[in-house]
């Protein structure tokens, strides 16, 4: 912000601002003047410091004698006065007297003149904001201000603002160019007037503004191009993206099935895996089986050899007894006598009674041998059983 008139802008700031100077003065038998005269239109803080060691407790500023009212230009705070908008009436002796518990205790003073702010020496810079000031070196009291540009009272609005000697301006353009006029009355009468032609200038900050803005507008440009090709390959990735999606979709759901399967597999593989167990288990136990009857078998083909041995001897002993007995029936036969040659017998072989005792003696067997040939001849029961029951079985076997 420019302020016309008033101070110099403070060090670090671009604009001109309305700023305060502190002025501080030690306690002096002669009142010491301000070094230099100060802008009308500024800010000024007189501090009343002391080398008193008591304490103060009262501070009491006057103005060529005149006790200071607080108000709209002027705050006290203590040992410290603020004088807003310095003008011709603030000219003079400023005196602050210093009390501890009721006594006096020091007087410091101060000999404050004003100086004619400059006028508008340079254009404004566009876009700036600018603040004019109609200070006078007029001692009567001014109560009106009027504003006027080019000639057009300027009442307030959206970018002017009034208050009293003091017009600011927002956003100055080229139709703030021309005359300002302020009108200074005093109770009625018109005791001053203060102008000043405004003129303004290109700002350095707008050009390069300028600049950036056409930078940014072809970078824009370019981005928007790169977006609308980036925009197409970005909607064919999608189209890929949801290819590539509904075909891992369908790979995790063909992923399930075959891990069903698999797992069905599996279970499959344990059942055969047991199944297998069992079969073998069982096929030992029928391997076993197996031997056993294979050795019974052997023995029992090995007793069906023996029985037909016996079965052999047993008809070899029956064929043999058969003979013997048709031997015996022969000569039993041949040896009964009939009745004829009985007769014929007895009459030529009748022994005498030697002869008989001799007979009997060779031919009448004893007791002794006639066991004997039965025991040899005559099969008893148990040897017949025996027998039967080997030739039947030999039979059954061939």
């Given at each position: 912000?420019?302020?016309?008139?008033?101070?110099?802008?403070?060090?670090?700031?671009?604009?001109?601002?309305?700023?305060?100077?502190?002025?501080?003065?030690k306690?002096?038998?002669?009142?010491?003047?301000?070094?230099?005269?100060?802008?009308?239109?500024?800010?000024?803080?007189?501090?009343?410091?002391?080398?008193?060691?008591?304490?103060?407790?009262?501070?009491?500023?006057?103005h060529?004698?005149?006790?200071?009212?607080?108000?709209?230009?002027?705050?006290?705070n203590?040992?410290?006065?603020?004088?807003n908008g310095?003008?011709?009436?603030?000219?003079?002796i400023?005196?602050?007297?210093?009390?501890?518990?009721?006594?006096?205790?020091?007087?410091?003073?101060?000999?404050?003149q004003?100086?004619?702010?400059?006028?508008?020496?340079?254009?404004?810079?566009?876009?700036?904001?600018?603040?004019?000031?109609?200070?006078?070196?007029?001692?009567?009291?001014?109560?009106?201000?009027?504003?006027?540009?080019n000639?057009?009272?300027?009442?307030?609005?959206?970018?002017?603002?009034?208050?009293?000697k003091?017009?600011?301006?927002?956003?100055?353009?080229?139709?703030?160019?021309?005359?300002?006029?302020?009108?200074?009355?005093?109770?009625?009468?018109?005791?001053?007037?203060?102008?000043?032609?405004?003129?303004?200038?290109e700002?350095?900050?707008?050009?390069?503004y300028?600049?950036?803005?056409?930078v940014?507008?072809?970078?824009?440009?370019?981005?928007?191009?790169?977006?609308?090709?980036?925009?197409?390959?970005y909607?064919?990735?999608?189209?890929?993206?949801?290819?590539?999606?509904?075909?891992?979709?369908?790979l995790?759901?063909?992923?399930?099935?075959?891990?069903?399967?698999?797992?069905?597999?599996?279970?499959?593989?344990?059942?055969l895996?047991?199944?297998?167990?069992?079969?073998?288990?069982n096929?030992?136990?029928?391997?076993?089986?197996?031997?056993?009857?294979?050795?019974?078998?052997?023995?029992?083909?090995?007793?069906?050899?023996?029985?037909?041995?016996?079965?052999?001897?047993?008809?070899?002993s029956?064929?043999?007894?058969?003979?013997?007995?048709?031997?015996?029936?022969?000569?039993y036969?041949?040896?009964?006598?009939?009745?004829?040659?009985?007769?014929?017998?007895?009459?030529?072989?009748?022994p005498?009674?030697?002869?008989?005792?001799?007979?009997?003696?060779?031919?009448?067997?004893t007791?002794?041998?006639?066991?004997?040939?039965?025991?040899?001849?005559?099969?008893?029961?148990?040897?017949?059983?025996?027998?039967?029951?080997?030739?039947?079985?030999?039979?059954?076997?061939?």
């Amino acid at each position: 912000m420019a302020s016309v008139p008033g101070p110099k802008p403070a060090h670090g700031s671009q604009m001109g601002h309305q700023t305060e100077q502190k002025w501080k003065v030690k306690a002096a038998t002669v009142p010491p003047s301000v070094d230099k005269p100060i802008e009308k239109g500024s800010n000024l803080v007189l501090m009343a410091n002391t080398n008193q060691s008591r304490p103060l407790d009262q501070f009491h500023w006057s103005h060529n004698g005149f006790e200071v009212t607080v108000g709209d230009r002027y705050s006290v705070n203590g040992k410290t006065l603020r004088i807003n908008g310095v003008s011709d009436a603030d000219k003079g002796i400023w005196m602050c007297r210093l009390y501890s518990r009721g006594t006096l205790a020091d007087c410091i003073t101060y000999n404050l003149q004003t100086s004619v702010p400059p006028s508008v020496d340079k254009p404004i810079e566009k876009g700036s904001n600018l603040v004019l000031m109609a200070n006078t070196n007029q001692s009567r009291p001014l109560d009106q201000f009027h504003w006027s540009h080019n000639g057009f009272e300027v009442t307030g609005g959206d970018r002017y603002s009034v208050n009293g000697k003091t017009l600011r301006i927002n956003r100055v353009s080229d139709a703030d160019k021309g005359i300002w006029m302020c009108r200074l009355y005093s109770r009625g009468t018109l005791a001053d007037c203060i102008t000043y032609n405004l003129q303004t200038s290109e700002s350095l900050c707008r050009h390069i503004y300028e600049i950036l803005a056409t930078v940014l507008f072809i970078v824009c440009v370019i981005l928007v191009v790169l977006l609308a090709l980036t925009y197409q390959d970005y909607k064919q990735l999608k189209v890929k993206y949801n290819q590539l999606e509904q075909r891992y979709n369908n790979l995790q759901t063909n992923n399930s099935q075959l891990e069903q399967r698999y797992n069905q597999l599996e279970t499959n593989n344990s059942q055969l895996e047991q199944r297998c167990n069992q079969l073998e288990t069982n096929n030992s136990q029928l391997e076993q089986s197996y031997n056993h009857l294979q050795t019974n078998y052997s023995q029992l083909e090995q007793s069906c050899n023996s029985l037909q041995t016996n079965y052999s001897q047993l008809e070899q002993s029956c064929n043999s007894l058969q003979t013997n007995y048709s031997q015996l029936e022969q000569s039993y036969n041949s040896l009964q006598p009939t009745t004829a040659n009985w007769n014929k017998a007895t009459i030529v072989y009748k022994p005498t009674t030697a002869n008989w005792n001799k007979a009997t003696i060779v031919y009448k067997p004893t007791t002794a041998n006639w066991n004997k040939a039965t025991i040899v001849y005559k099969p008893t029961t148990a040897n017949w059983n025996k027998c039967m029951s080997k030739h039947w079985l030999a039979c059954v076997c061939c």
